[in-house]
T-cell receptor, first 114, second 111 residues
Framework: ETGVTQTPRHLVMGMTNKKSLKCEQH?????MYWYKQSAKKPLELMFV???????ENNSVPSRFSPECPNSSHLFLHLHTLQPEDSALYLC?????????????FGPGTRLLVL | GDSVTQMEGPVTLSEEAFLTINCTYT??????LFWYVQYPGEGLQLLLK?????DKGSNKGFEATYRKETTSFHLEKGSVQVSDSAVYFC??????????FGAGTRLTVKP
């Protein structure tokens, strides 16, 4: 058990749908992250939250909208996605934001956009 | 910018064979280096890490040494098991806490 849970585990949505991905960490960490994992590409960091404040947005299209209501929960709101957005979306958390920090990952949500 | 390059897979080995997965990095500063492993249907798990030059990370029989002179962090294991079959990711974290991952190397160990 990693201590980081993600729901749903699988999601199929049309391009006009609105859906949300949820991540919860039970580790008492202060930083949370969203990554995108596509086939044959390195993990792409999308967003970073540190103490509920967004500290990084790696040029992610506005059809992805993160929300961090508290240090334990992180959401990714999805709206009018494209088929190329189909991927595994991974959430992670870490105690702090220093470069030596280990990130703990959830199992991911596998998203298919039709 | 900072980046990680790791050996392309897939790698297929027989049980008890020696494993090496190469990883080199490019960084302007002195990053921390990590190996993560992803088993089927799961997220990434930390396997080992090293935070400064000449540090050796080790876990579950896996080892990697932070080599500043060759900018490398190669993963090794003396005798692999079927249960080691997974995808292995090399990663670095710089002063901005921007974690950069390699593309991953899929390892399959056959009995």
């Amino acid at each position: 058990e990693t201590g980081v849970t993600q729901t749903p585990r699988h999601l199929v949505m049309g391009m006009t749908n609105k859906k949300s991905l949820k991540c919860e960490q039970h580790l008492g960490h202060n930083a949370m992250y969203w990554y995108k994992q596509s086939a044959k590409k390195p993990l792409e960091l999308m967003f970073v939250y540190n103490f509920k404040e967004q500290t990084e947005n790696n040029s992610v299209p506005s059809r992805f909208s993160p929300e961090c209501p508290n240090s334990s929960h992180l959401f990714l709101h999805l709206h009018t996605l494209q088929p190329e957005d189909s991927a595994l979306y991974l959430c992670a958390s870490s105690q702090g934001s220093g470069q030596q920090e280990t990130q703990y990952f959830g199992p991911g949500t596998r998203l298919l956009v039709l | 910018g900072d980046s990680v390059t790791q050996m392309e897979g897939p790698v297929t080995l027989s049980e008890e064979a020696f494993l090496t997965i190469n990883c080199t990095y490019t960084a302007t500063g002195y990053p921390s280096l990590f190996w993560y492993v992803q088993y089927p249907g799961e997220g990434l798990q930390l396997l080992l890490k090293a935070t400064k030059a000449d540090d050796k990370g080790s876990n579950k029989g896996f080892e990697a040494t932070y080599r500043k002179e060759t900018t490398s962090f190669h993963l090794e294991k003396g005798s692999v098991q079927v249960s080691d079959s997974a995808v292995y990711f090399c990663a670095l974290s710089d002063n901005n806490n921007d974690m950069r991952f390699g593309a991953g190397t899929r390892l399959t160990v056959k009995p």
